[in-house]
T-cell receptor, first 109, second 114 residues
Framework: GQNIDQPTEMTATEGAIVQINCTYQ??????LFWYQQHAGEAPTFLSY??LDGLEEKGRFSSFLSRSKGYSYLLLKELQMKDSASYLC??????????WGAGTKLIIKP | IAGITQAPTSQILAAGRRMTLRCTQD?????MYWYRQDLGLGLRLIHY???????GKGEVPDGYSVSRANTDDFPLTLASAVPSQTSVYFC?????????????FGPGTRLTVL
């Protein structure tokens, strides 16, 4: 079967760095997305990785290792507004997205 | 309209009733999707449409139907609602189909079936 695993919840301190991991087992691989979802709101796109390595975009970076079925999202200089759920999604062989349950990130002052 | 709109925002529905959730996008995106989001589970694809006039079944299509008469609209119908269909429903769209592309989500419809 297809499976995306992420930690359910993480806590971090304002100004710090946090790494959210995602491991996946899917039928085929056609890229990995990270989305951010604030409580009661729609998911919004953060990043996309299709090749191994690190993609940096401001305070957010995303890493992919296809051989290990592993990705992480790195958030630097955490701000209170970063409190949200972070969703990992993998494109399978049919180019459909398989979604993880999301990681709820709590930022404390 | 800017982006994707969904209606209603929330609804309480008696079991057995018919309900249509509306979704409209003004970005001229080819592909549109319906997902449900339940606590502790990832987004699950109900139905999708690669282009106007075509639809396909996702992971959890039973009890739902869709139509795509034009580019902008993609309504989701529950023919006879059951309590297990209580969920938050998100409509999404992307520029291309048949290829991975960023999906843009509507604000969601919170549906409660009693």
């Amino acid at each position: 079967g297809q499976n995306i695993d992420q930690p359910t919840e993480m806590t971090a301190t304002e100004g710090a760095i946090v790494q959210i991991n995602c491991t996946y087992q899917t039928s085929g691989f056609n890229g990995l997305f990270w989305y951010q979802q604030h409580a009661g709101e729609a998911p919004t796109f953060l990043s996309y990785n299709v090749l191994d390595g690190l993609e940096e975009k401001g305070r957010f970076s995303s890493f992919l290792s296809r051989s290990k079925g592993y990705s992480y999202l790195l958030l630097k200089e955490l701000q209170m507004k970063d409190s949200a759920s972070y969703l990992c999604a993998v494109g399978d062989s049919n180019y459909q997205l398989i979604w993880g349950a999301g990681t709820k990130l709590i930022i404390k002052p | 309209i800017a982006g994707i709109t969904q209606a209603p925002t929330s609804q309480i529905l008696a079991a057995g009733r018919r309900m249509t959730l509306r979704c409209t996008q003004d970005m001229r995106h080819n592909a549109m999707y319906w997902y449900r989001q339940d606590l502790g589970l990832g987004l699950r694809l109900i139905h999708y449409s690669n282009t106007a006039g075509t639809t396909g079944k996702g992971e959890v299509p039973d009890g739902y139907s869709v139509s795509r008469a034009n580019t902008d609209d993609f309504p989701l119908t529950l023919a006879s609602a059951v309590p297990s269909q209580t969920s938050v429903y998100f409509c999404a769209s992307s520029v291309r189909a048949g290829d991975l592309d960023t999906q843009y989500f509507g604000p969601g419809t919170r549906l409660t079936v009693l």
